[in-house]
Nanobody
Framework: QVQLTESGGGSVQAGGSLKLSCTAS????????MGWYRQAPGKEREFVSI???????KYPDSVKGRFTISLDNDKNILYLEMSSLKIEDTAVYYC??????????????????WGQGTQVTVSS
């Protein structure tokens, strides 16, 4: 049974910084793609950073230059560093990861493991 757990969320003033962590049980990050998503009230869930199976790390324009995703292979922890936070960054943040096909060869095209989310609230 795979379980992803986010931590590090909380309340912060605009312009501040926050670092989120995602730990995994029964799973090793890096075998397939991984990333962070967020969902604000009344809005669709959107990606904030993705490390794909192949290719460059991706960020939407809304967070580019302010957010950084990273993986600590030794600790098996996925991080999201956030700086210069804005009120519009307020959302529940989720980590996600892909996995191998049942046959064990290659990665499924979508993220199949998700955490429960951690709340990030940015105020003025």
């Amino acid at each position: 049974q795979v379980q992803l757990t986010e931590s590090g969320g909380g309340s912060v003033q605009a312009g501040g910084s926050l670092k989120l962590s995602c730990t995994a049980s029964g799973y090793i990050f890096g075998r397939c793609g991984m990333g962070w998503y967020r969902q604000a009230p009344g809005k669709e869930r959107e990606f904030v950073s993705i490390i794909p199976v192949v290719g460059a790390t991706k960020y939407p324009d809304s967070v580019k230059g302010r957010f950084t995703i990273s993986l600590d292979n030794d600790k098996n922890i996925l991080y999201l560093e956030m700086s210069s936070l804005k009120i519009e960054d307020t959302a529940v943040y989720y980590c996600a990861a892909g996995d191998f096909y049942s046959g064990g060869w290659g990665c499924v095209p979508d993220f199949v493991h998700w955490g429960q989310g951690t709340q990030v609230t940015v105020s003025s």
